[in-house]
């Protein structure tokens, strides 16, 4: 496992958000996200929780933020340089970030997420 501080990683999933094209950033509405140390299972990368932008309705309001975790120790753990967590932060922020425009896994894995 990879030794990385929790100051320099939430750097890099800032520098993901960074690469997100703003035509795509400027339509994510009611989201946050977060780092977490610990996944609440293994091998849980990240995950989405919330409701897709495209499962919204006239009826969604005054509801709590959609939540993307991204997990440090798992990313970690499974990456052998720090150029490997550059490149599985990116993908990470990517894949989550597109279950919130209602992208599912099955079409993720199409495109490489």
């Given at each position: 496992?990879?030794?990385?501080s929790?100051?320099?990683?939430e750097?890099?999933?800032?520098?993901a958000?960074?690469?997100?094209?703003p035509?795509l950033?400027?339509?994510?509405r009611n989201v946050?996200?977060?780092?977490?140390?610990?996944?609440?299972?293994?091998g849980?990368?990240?995950?989405y929780q919330?409701?897709?932008l495209?499962?919204?309705?006239?009826?969604?309001?005054g509801?709590?933020?959609?939540h993307?975790?991204i997990?440090?120790?798992?990313?970690?753990r499974?990456?052998?340089?720090e150029q490997?967590v550059v490149?599985?932060?990116r993908?990470?922020?990517?894949h989550?970030?597109?279950h919130?425009f209602?992208?599912?896994?099955?079409?993720?894995?199409?495109l490489g997420?």
């Amino acid at each position: 496992m990879i030794q990385m501080s929790r100051e320099v990683f939430e750097e890099l999933v800032g520098e993901a958000l960074d690469t997100v094209p703003p035509e795509l950033t400027s339509h994510m509405r009611n989201v946050v996200i977060v780092v977490e140390d610990e996944a609440p299972e293994p091998g849980l990368l990240g995950l989405y929780q919330g409701i897709p932008l495209t499962e919204r309705g006239d009826w969604y309001g005054g509801v709590l933020p959609d939540h993307i975790s991204i997990y440090r120790d798992e990313i970690l753990r499974i990456c052998e340089t720090e150029q490997d967590v550059v490149d599985e932060v990116r993908i990470t922020v990517v894949h989550e970030i597109a279950h919130h425009f209602g992208i599912d896994d099955e079409r993720l894995h199409d495109l490489g997420y």
